[in-house]
């Protein structure tokens, strides 16, 4: 039983290693839209992380949310998929399952995915889940089967 756990400690230190290292410049790919180009088309706050390693690459989407999907080195893997709207503050009767989560001052929920902790079908293992805020006029939603909980919210702090 020791072993197992050792390999899972293991495992979740090496893969938040890179997380420490701050971002110095957004590398977008697929010739995406820049987030400053985005950001003059929509009239609400464009939040994006200052926060994820320097080897991950940045693809955009615009419609019909504004979708952030930071992939790794290789650009074949999504680390994490962040999706921003214009929306009113969430409540509490909309998450009842939802831990309550504080991000940047404001009221966060986070569900984890339901087989969490298992294999996928590729052999990696299922973490995360599903983060949500609203923060300065912008709601945002935050997912990973990739990046455990704490990573995510790390992640999560550093936008503005």
């Known amino acids: 039983m020791i072993v197992p756990f050792r390999l899972f400690i293991t495992f979740i230190l090496l ?10 410049e957004i590398k977008y790919n697929h010739n995406s839209t820049t987030i400053p180009e985005i950001q003059r088309k929509v009239d609400f706050t464009i939040l994006f992380p200052k926060k994820i390693p320097d080897d991950w ?12 999907h930071y992939m ?3 650009d074949t893997k999504l680390m994490v998929a962040i999706h921003l709207s214009k929306r009113i503050p969430l409540f509490d009767e909309e998450f009842p399952r939802a831990e309550q989560i ?44 990739r990046l ?10 550093s936008m503005n």
Do not use: C, H
């Open 15 to 24: 893969i938040s290693y890179p997380m420490t290292i701050m971002a110095k």
């Open 57 to 68: 690459t940045l693809d955009t989407k615009t419609s019909p949310w504004i979708r952030l």
């Open 72 to 74: 790794d080195s290789k």
């Open 102 to 145: 504080d991000i940047n001052g404001n009221k966060g929920y986070f569900s984890k995915w339901g087989d969490s902790g298992k294999l996928d079908k590729n052999g990696e293992l299922i973490m995360g889940g599903l983060l949500r805020w609203t923060q300065a006029g912008t709601y945002v939603e935050m997912q990973s089967s």
């Open 148 to 157: 455990p909980k704490e990573k995510m919210l790390e992640i999560a702090k």
